[in-house]
């Protein structure tokens, strides 16, 4: 075996990557990332035979070709590994589902995970026709199957007790700890200098210490006030519940009450309780990510946090490919460091995906953490498979959920989500103390505006105003009132539209002004409403979901210096009609408002009424993706869900240090590069993109990635008229 190869020479380099030490050493990775899952050995079996193919005389050929540089036909080889155990387990012992734990994720560790009926066929059909072949990859692999594989055939896990969603995940948990172990000994192969550097700069003891400590000194400076008691009782009723058992926990508190620092108080104790490997918070806003991660790095330092949300998409269509595309493919993120901060569609467009690059990073769901802030805004069409995931995660992968938000939406509650009525939501905070804290924080006076205004009538109100902010629900209303408000003194804008340097610098200014009572009024898509730490006098609202309103509303009085504050509920005349379960969501709240008065938005209990609603109305797999995953549809299951219903692209801006950037990770692509140019991305739909760059607006510079060719505006960001993702992201 000493003259087969897994892969050619590094560039400038005379060694070989030999194929059973590449097949061992998966191996083992793959076995150690799913054990916590109950998967090891089944993961053990896929590392050892995925790579079986390159066994073949043709695939060696094909490698000493490239190596002296000259064109080779590339020759398909994760097919045989597959068939191997299709054979094994579907024709010789008539197992219907063991075939599938092994054929699946060995079969789509380059081009994604098939169907099961798709892949089934393929097998069978490739078994008949090119059997001559299967028997000599067979042949020439006669010594490494003896003496790893067939010992290990008869010790796998048996996950019969799993129902079939479940299943479904499983397999798809296995495929991440192949696919990353696949990944990271590439990369030890063709790129060894990065492997020291994916060694984590701290533990998660150190995390916690070093936490302990901040929070020491942020008390000892804090002024005495009423809301800053209520923050410490918080924070203090976190820490004493990290010592319970793992599980689902909710954190209901309201806006401004520290819910961030408390919830990583919560997480960090809790995996150092139980040994768990990391903390991941899954944020909606990149706004809020921006802010979170800001102050994380403040506590722990730059290299402690892994701020990630923009995925560089990778051709996965290939099996094999040159240097330069692997070198891509390694940029994807493994998330490898103990505090993640991520988007919910990151996390959950990954969790249910089929391309290797997206689901590598998903067996670190085990052993950690899971944050999930402002756990309201997952959108209500997809809540039935993203809970049952959750579920499955929490039951079998030594997984901790935290449900943390203001406005919660008790989803244990509704008879509509069957799959979460078995799981015990645990309370983190006692209700009475809940109850008691939002009695506490009315800080705000609410005000239903009776009639709809018109654009230029709103203007003129924001104009006889010094300080406030005004949140619509499109960025084309917001976009309208920026632009007739140009001439104006003291006006902001916040959307997608401008990249997340250009908003946090807005951002910055925007508070210098609120503390020199300067004016500043600042018009905002709902990027804003959601954890961005403002403080404004008055607080504009457009008609929208209850739960956004009462988000905006913790931007008004934040800090409670004022008496009570003003939040304004409006509608405009010709308000663009929102879409899908936006607009379900926002005439449920119409119908509340309708029959309540507009203090109950102080209570909390009023969501309880609101989402019972909302899950009534809307139906909660609207696309039938449960029956989907029942089915082992991997490539279906991955096209229906997302949480922005189309596919978008990252495009980088012309701010600041951009160009620069790009230059740099075009001539030398690396995750670390790549990292550089996030804050200077914003977000398009892929058919806009692609109708822009066919106008001569964008330029490819990677699968998915473009630089903006167009103006880039001060004010407004991308000046060309796009459309509006009314989605997670803002």
């Known amino acids: 075996m000493n003259d087969v190869y897994a892969h050619t020479p590094r560039a400038n380099g005379q060694e070989w990557h030999r194929l059973d030490e590449h097949l061992v050493s998966v191996a083992e990775m793959a076995q150690s990332f799913a054990a916590p899952f109950q998967g090891g050995r089944v993961a053990y079996l896929c590392g050892l035979l995925h790579d079986?193919?390159?066994?073949?005389p043709l695939?060696?050929?094909?490698?000493?070709?490239?190596a002296d540089g000259e064109m080779g036909q590339s020759v398909p080889h994760a097919i045989w590994g597959a068939a191997l155990m299709y054979q094994v387990?579907?024709?010789?012992?008539?197992?219907?589902h063991a075939w599938q734990w092994f054929s699946l994720p060995i079969a789509g560790h380059h081009v994604g995970l098939h169907s099961s009926h798709y892949l089934s066929s393929t097998l069978g059909q490739s078994l008949k026709e090119q059997h001559l072949h299967f028997r000599k990859v067979l042949k020439q692999a006669e010594s490494f199957l003896k003496k790893f594989v067939f010992p290990c055939m008869q010790s796998v896990e048996n996950i019969s007790s799993l129902s079939e969603t479940d299943r479904e995940m499983w397999i798809r948990?296995?495929?991440?700890?192949?696919?990353?172990?696949?990944?990271?000994?590439?990369?030890?192969?063709f790129q060894p200098e990065l492997s020291p550097l994916r060694t984590p700069v701290a533990s998660i003891t150190d995390l916690w210490n070093q936490f302990t400590a901040d929070q020491e000194q942020l008390t000892s400076r804090t002024d005495d006030t009423a809301v800053n008691r209520m923050r410490r009782e918080v924070y203090e009723e976190c820490v004493r519940s990290a010592s319970r058992p793992q599980g689902v926990y909710r954190l209901t508190v309201p806006t401004g009450g520290g819910k961030t620092r408390s919830s990583l108080a919560f997480a960090l104790k809790h995996a150092v309780e139980h040994g768990l490997d990391r903390v991941i918070v899954a944020i909606p806003y990149t706004s809020i990510i921006e802010q979170t991660a800001d102050v994380y790095r403040g506590i722990f330092g730059n290299d402690a946090v892994l701020e990630h949300h923009s995925q560089i998409e990778v051709d996965d269509e290939k099996e094999e490919a040159d240097e330069r595309l692997i070198q891509q493919r390694l940029a994807a993120e493994n998330w490898d460091a103990p505090l993640i901060v991520t988007t919910t569609v990151q996390l959950f467009d990954s969790l249910f995906s089929n391309r290797p690059s997206k689901v590598r990073?998903?067996?670190n769901l085990s052993r950690s953490v899971v944050i999930l802030d402002e756990v309201q805004t997952l959108p209500t069409e997809l809540l039935k498979p993203t809970l049952d995931a959750l579920a499955m995660l929490v039951r079998h992968c030594q997984t901790t959920v935290v449900l943390s938000s203001a406005t919660q939406p008790f989803f244990e509650e509704s008879r509509f989500l069957d799959v979460f009525s078995e799981i015990e939501v645990k309370e983190m905070l006692p209700l009475p103390t809940v109850n008691r804290h939002f009695q506490q924080m009315q800080r705000v006076d609410y005000e239903i505006w009776k009639s709809p205004v018109s654009l230029p009538q709103l203007v003129r109100f924001i104009r006889e105003q010094k300080q406030l902010l005004v949140v619509f629900n499109t960025r084309k209303e917001a976009k309208e009132c920026v632009e007739l408000l140009q001439e104006d003194d003291g006006v902001f804008h916040l959307s997608t539209l401008l990249c997340s340097a250009h908003r946090r610098r807005i951002l910055?200014?925007?508070?210098?002004?609120?503390?020199?009572?300067?004016?500043?009024?600042?018009?905002?898509?709902?990027?804003?409403?959601?954890?961005?730490?403002?403080?404004?006098?008055?607080?504009?609202?457009?008609?929208?979901?209850?739960?956004?309103?009462?988000q905006a509303a913790g931007?008004?009085?934040?800090?409670?210096?004022?008496?009570?504050?003003?939040?304004?509920?409006?509608?405009?005349?010709?308000?663009?009609?929102?879409?899908?379960?936006?607009?379900?969501?926002?005439?449920?709240?119409r119908f509340l408002l309708a029959q309540r008065h507009p203090d109950d938005l102080h209570d909390p209990n009023i969501f309880r009424e609101y989402f019972r609603r909302l899950f009534a109305s809307v139906d909660v797999d609207s696309k039938n993706i449960q029956k989907d995953r029942e089915m082992l549809d991997y490539p279906l299951v991955a096209e229906k869900y997302r949480l922005i219903d189309q596919d978008t692209v990252s495009v980088i801006v012309p701010y600041e240090e951009a160009s620069e950037y790009l230059r740099m990770w075009e001539s030398s692509p690396s995750r670390y590069s790549f990292r550089r140019l996030q804050p200077y991305m914003v977000q398009l739909y892929r058919f806009e993109a692609e109708k822009k760059e066919k106008d001569g607006w964008l330029r490819e510079v990677a699968d998915n990635v473009y630089e903006w060719l167009g103006d880039y505006d001060e004010r407004i960001g991308i000046k060309e008229e796009v459309y509006d993702p009314l989605s997670l992201i803002g």
């Open 555 to 589: 931007r008004c009085n934040r800090e409670g210096k004022m008496d009570k504050g003003n939040v304004i509920i409006f509608e405009t005349e010709d308000m663009p009609s929102p879409r899908g379960s936006y607009r379900t969501a926002t005439e449920t709240a």
């Open 89 to 96: 387990y579907w024709k010789k012992t008539g197992n219907r």
């Open 361 to 363: 990073k998903l067996h």
């Open 173 to 189: 948990l296995i495929f991440s700890a192949l696919v990353d172990a696949d990944y990271l000994d590439t990369e030890r192969h």
């Open 59 to 66: 695939f060696q050929q094909y490698l000493k070709k490239q």
């Open 508 to 550: 910055e200014e925007v508070r210098e002004r609120l503390k020199k009572n300067q004016p500043v009024r600042l018009i905002s898509t709902q990027v804003v409403e959601a954890g961005v730490d403002l403080d404004f006098p008055i607080v504009m609202r457009q008609m929208g979901p209850l739960d956004r309103i009462v």
């Open 52 to 56: 079986l193919g390159k066994f073949h």
